[in-house]
């Protein structure tokens, strides 16, 4: 199957600080791309959905200045985390889907462990 | 919106032990229901997907089930082990063009 991956696997920064993650389809293009974010114990969130070469679109209650989401090619899509806050730590995964007929799969990526200190 | 329901939100049984995992979704307007498995700070893996216009899907000791006129889905692990010890979680799509929405998931332990 499609492979998607992450990097980094697991960051810890200082609050205050920026952080980027990067996600990249390893064997297809990806044409709309999803992260997410999961709490402890809780379920996957949507954040927001990319589609290359257009502005993200951020669900209710994401901010779009604090996550800024970035989708430049049919391979990558990076979300920043800007001026990160403990209320930040999570688990953030990205979602890969191509844009083919019958490509509605969505392809996870291992995730990234964020703790803000 | 969109709302997903998974109980029981944990699970504890012995090896060798058949047991059922539920899900119900607010809205049966969906496209496809997806049945994923979840390890310990890992990220996911896709166990089952259920097409809207199918029943039932089967994997090994896996088997899904869909009623979507209820807004329903089972997830059934026959001759559980503990390596199935994990965490569940089942989502829906609306459309082939909109995201998956997530259930909180069941926690399982198998004993062995």
């Known amino acids: 199957g499609a492979v998607v991956s992450q990097h980094p696997s697991r960051v810890i920064c200082k609050s205050g600080t920026s952080v980027k993650i990067e996600c990249r389809s390893l064997d297809f293009q990806a044409t709309t791309m999803f992260w997410y974010r999961q709490f402890p114990k809780q379920s996957l969130m949507l954040m927001a959905t990319s589609n290359e070469g257009s502005k993200a679109t951020y669900e209710q209650g994401v901010e779009k200045d604090k996550f800024l989401i970035n989708h430049a090619s049919l391979t990558l899509s990076t979300l920043t985390v800007t001026s990160a806050h403990p209320e930040d730590s999570s688990f953030y995964i990205c979602s890969a889907r191509s844009g083919l007929v019958g490509g509605e799969t969505q392809y996870f990526g291992p995730g990234t462990r964020l703790l803000v200190l | 919106k969109q709302e997903v329901t998974q109980i029981p939100a944990a699970l504890s049984v012995p090896e060798g032990e058949n047991l059922v995992l539920n899900c119900s979704f607010t809205?049966?307007?969906?496209?496809?229901l997806q049945w994923f498995r979840q390890d310990p700070g890992k990220g996911l893996t896709s166990l089952l997907l259920i097409q809207s216009s199918q029943r039932e899907q089967t994997s090994g000791r896996l088997n899904a089930s869909l009623d979507k006129s209820s807004g329903r889905s089972t997830l059934y692990i026959a001759a559980s082990q503990p390596g199935d010890s994990a965490t569940y979680l089942c989502a829906v799509r609306r459309s082939g063009n909109t995201p998956l929405v997530f259930g909180k998931g069941t926690r399982l332990s198998v004993i062995a």
């Open positions: 809205d049966s307007a969906i496209y496809n």
